[in-house]
């Protein structure tokens, strides 16, 4: 069965530093999403993304995020400079169309660790 | 605005027994409802999930899920819960006008032999 990877597992970084977390969705899925959740809290959208544009963003989604399809199996989401907060496991996930009846299939998630 | 709760952090039962975990949701019209699981290392997968029609709904692995309009409820249920069931489990809502799932805090589940 088709599934979404997410890589790496688990990152590291220093404060201040740019990440790069990476997504391969399912193969014939047109929308794609980046949600997180910091330890003890709820899972939180952060975007959804189709043909090569945003379509809804959060709050939470400042300047310092941004997201690329940089090929066709890619989705990626770039953290330009990490603060403390960054902290938080982050899902992508994927749908072959949107709409609230569409399952959105989740990858197993990246640990993201700022000090 | 749309919200979920799910009153229960952590359930623990045994092996065989029957599972309720409850969900209560805030939405001004028909919501579109959705079960996770999150077994460890794993990512979140779907149970079932409502839109309208039957309000009793079948899912993977032996669950069920009802919704109630008059409690604002969509409980998650399993006659006979199996150690493999161990995990944490989001009751998630949709709405139609946009993309983003909102979930519920999650309620992890412990299954003793």
């Known amino acids: 069965e088709p599934e979404v990877t997410q890589t790496p597992s688990h990152q590291v970084t220093q404060m201040g530093q740019e990440v790069i977390l990476r997504c391969v969705p399912i193969s014939n899925h047109l929308y794609f999403y980046w949600y997180r959740q910091i330890l003890g809290q709820k899972v939180e959208f952060l975007v959804s993304?189709?043909?090569?544009?945003?379509?809804?963003k959060s709050e939470i989604f400042d300047d310092q995020f941004s997201v690329e399809r940089p090929d066709g199996s890619n989705f990626t989401l770039k953290i330009r400079s990490t603060k403390l907060e960054d902290s938080a496991m982050y899902f992508c996930?994927?749908?072959?169309?949107?709409?609230?009846?569409?399952?959105?299939?989740f990858g197993p998630g990246t640990r993201l660790l700022v000090l | 605005a749309q919200s979920v709760t799910q009153p229960d952090i952590h359930i623990t039962v045994s092996e065989g027994a029957s599972l309720e975990l409850r969900c209560n949701y805030s939405?001004?019209?028909?919501?579109?409802l959705f079960w996770y699981v999150q077994s460890p290392g794993q990512g979140l997968q779907l149970l079932l999930k409502y839109f309208s029609g039957d309000t009793l709904v079948q899912g993977i692995k032996g669950f069920e899920a009802e919704f109630k309009r008059s409690q604002s409820s969509f409980n998650l249920r399993k006659p006979s819960v199996h150690w493999s069931d161990a995990a944490e489990y989001f009751c998630v809502v949709g709405a139609y006008n946009t993309d983003k799932l909102i979930f519920g805090t999650g309620t992890r589940l412990q299954v003793f032999p």
């Open positions: 996930a994927s749908s072959p169309s949107t709409g609230p009846q569409e399952t959105q299939y």
């Open positions: 993304f189709y043909n090569n544009e945003i379509s809804e």
């Open positions: 939405y001004g019209a028909t919501p579109y």
